[in-house]
Nanobody, 127 residues
Framework: QVQLVESGGGLVQAGGSLRLSCAAS????????MGWFRQAPGKEREFVGV????????YYADSVKGRFTISKDNAENTVYLQMNSLKPEDTAVYYC????????????????????WGKGTLVTVSS
């Protein structure tokens, strides 16, 4: 069982940066693939990016590639989402999720492949 708690959301102007954190409980955190997803008002939840269990491999949605970076600290049981050059369309509730499936499978399945979810943190980007 893994419990996830996101933090770091808030209000930022377009062009600014935020770093989200996701603290995980559970001894097996280091074995999980971790993902970030987001849900904008009135829209379905969408994939943002994912990182392998060892932190060596990442994969991002085209909409955030080059602007967002995911990192994983297994010693601290924490995964991060660094968001730069933020745009108003990045406004959403951001969710952290964990999976025991391989990264490639998560890329194919998206949120259907995730086993555990946090409650989310709101990011608002003003124009």
């Amino acid at each position: 069982q893994v419990q996830l708690v996101e933090s770091g959301g808030g209000l930022v102007q377009a062009g600014g940066s935020l770093r989200l954190s996701c603290a995980a409980s559970g001894r097996t955190f280091s074995t999980y693939v971790m993902g970030w997803f987001r849900q904008a008002p009135g829209k379905e939840r969408e994939f943002v990016g994912v990182i392998s269990w060892n932190g060596f491999t990442t994969y991002y949605a085209d909409s955030v590639k080059g602007r967002f970076t995911i990192s994983k600290d297994n010693a601290e049981n924490t995964v991060y989402l660094q968001m730069n050059s933020l745009k108003p369309e990045d406004t959403a509730v951001y969710y952290c999720a964990a999976s025991g499936l391989p990264l490639g499978t998560i890329v194919s399945l998206g949120e259907r492949g995730m086993n555990y979810w946090g409650k989310g943190t709101l990011v608002t980007v003003s124009s």
